[in-house]
Structures are given as C-alpha cells and as structure tokens.
C-alpha cells in the first residue's frame, strides 16, 4: 500500500464511511476505491473530488504535510450568509470590521460570505 492509499483508508475509516459510501458520494464503483486503497491506482482522475470527501486537501492524500490546523487562541464556529467553498489553493480569513468603517482588501482578495452567527463555547 502506498501513501494515498493508507491514508485514503485510514481517512475513509475514520469517518466511518465503508468503500461503498465513498465510491457512491463520488460516483464511481467501489473497485475503483478499493484500488486507491490497495495502491494499485497511484494517481486518482477524481483525487480532488475524493479530498473533498474524505475532508482533506489533494496535497495531503499524496503524502503532503497534515492538514491539522494547530491554532493558539479559541476556536469559534460560524454561520454564513453564503455557502463557502474550500478551496485548497486559497487561504479564507474571518476579520472583524466596524459597520462604519470600510473594508479594504487587497491582492485580489474578494468578500465571500458575511458572518450571520457564531458559536462559541461556554463552559
């Protein structure tokens, strides 16, 4: 088993999903999976649609560094006007901004959601 393989599987277990669930979320066969995971298939035509899947990046399943975001400071959950799709090629931020202020973005950053709510803790 190569790389992809073993982390497609430990990825596809750990979010309990059998290799039948993953190939339908992707819809393809579960033959197709089970290549991936046994290293027959070494380079997927469908690897950033399966990252997707399994909630990881297309770099990581090739063996990249961890996807595990370590962060020194608490960690919110938020809700947004708009859906916002992952991109792994792009960095999102969430800024703060006074209602009567203006918004600034530069190196072709562009606004894609405003935050509606946000969740946090309480102990």
């Given at each position: 088993?190569?790389?992809?393989?073993?982390?497609?599987?430990?990825?596809?277990?750990?979010?309990?999903?059998?290799?039948?669930?993953?190939a339908d979320k992707l819809s393809?066969?579960?033959?197709?999976?089970?290549?991936?995971?046994?290293?027959?298939?070494?380079?997927?035509?469908?690897?950033?649609?399966?990252?997707?899947?399994?909630?990881?990046?297309?770099?990581?399943?090739?063996?990249?560094?961890?996807d595990i975001l370590e962060l020194?400071?608490?960690?919110?959950?938020?809700?947004?006007?708009?859906?916002?799709?992952n991109d792994y090629h792009k960095?999102?931020?969430?800024?703060?901004?006074?209602?009567?202020?203006?918004?600034?973005?530069?190196?072709?950053?562009?606004?894609?959601?405003?935050?509606?709510?946000?969740?946090?803790?309480?102990?």
């Amino acid at each position: 088993m190569n790389i992809l393989g073993q982390r497609v599987k430990e990825l596809r277990i750990g979010l309990g999903y059998t290799q039948q669930e993953v190939a339908d979320k992707l819809s393809t066969s579960n033959m197709n999976i089970a290549n991936i995971e046994s290293g027959r298939v070494k380079n997927p035509r469908n690897l950033t649609e399966l990252a997707d899947v399994l909630k990881t990046s297309p770099n990581y399943l090739l063996g990249g560094d961890s996807d595990i975001l370590e962060l020194d400071a608490e960690i919110h959950l938020i809700a947004t006007d708009n859906e916002v799709k992952n991109d792994y090629h792009k960095d999102y931020y969430v800024v703060s901004i006074d209602k009567d202020e203006k918004l600034f973005l530069t190196d072709n950053a562009k606004i894609v959601a405003k935050v509606k709510k946000t969740f946090t803790e309480s102990k």
